[in-house]
């Protein structure tokens, strides 16, 4: 008997700057609860970047323009469904948030004021993020066995 095979399942998230330097975030609607980044499973037949811009339209009602990759992250305890994998854009877009679909809200919030209540590892995107904005460095990540 052979063993079903399981690969970790493609999401995508998106931190969408706005020209004022707020990052826009959403308030789930579903479990897991909390605030997240816009974002969300790649459907078949999508590219992660038509991915991004899909869930960052529905989700928040902004059509963004991608600028760039800033990494992908695979802890497999990143999302309490099940195991995925998230390749993370920034993005910015104008204009007023507005939450739809899997969004009950969305805000943009200054970086130094986000909410404390984050859903999957969004805390720890956010900050790597912010992280890169400062120093101009990607590739914070954790090796097998590391703490988080």
Do not use: C
Request: a negative charge; charged letters at 30%.
């Amino acid at each position: 008997m052979t063993a079903a095979h399981r690969n970790p399942v493609p999401t995508v998230d998106v931190i969408i700057e706005q020209p004022d330097g707020r990052i826009v975030l959403i308030r789930r609607k579903n479990p897991p609860h909390g605030w997240a980044l816009p974002g969300g499973f790649v459907e078949y037949g999508e590219s992660l970047e038509q991915a991004a811009r899909r869930e960052a339209r529905e989700e928040t009602g902004l059509e963004v323009e991608l600028t760039e990759q800033l990494q992908a992250y695979s802890d497999p305890d990143r999302d309490p469904r099940q195991h995925t994998l998230s390749v993370v854009f920034l993005a910015r877009a104008g204009g007023r948030p507005v939450g739809a679909d899997d969004a009950a809200e969305a805000r943009a919030f200054e970086p130094g004021s986000l909410p404390a209540e984050m859903a999957f590892d969004h805390a720890r995107i956010v900050a790597d993020f912010l992280s890169y904005r400062r120093t101009g460095r990607k590739g914070h990540f954790t090796l097998e066995g590391d703490s988080p």
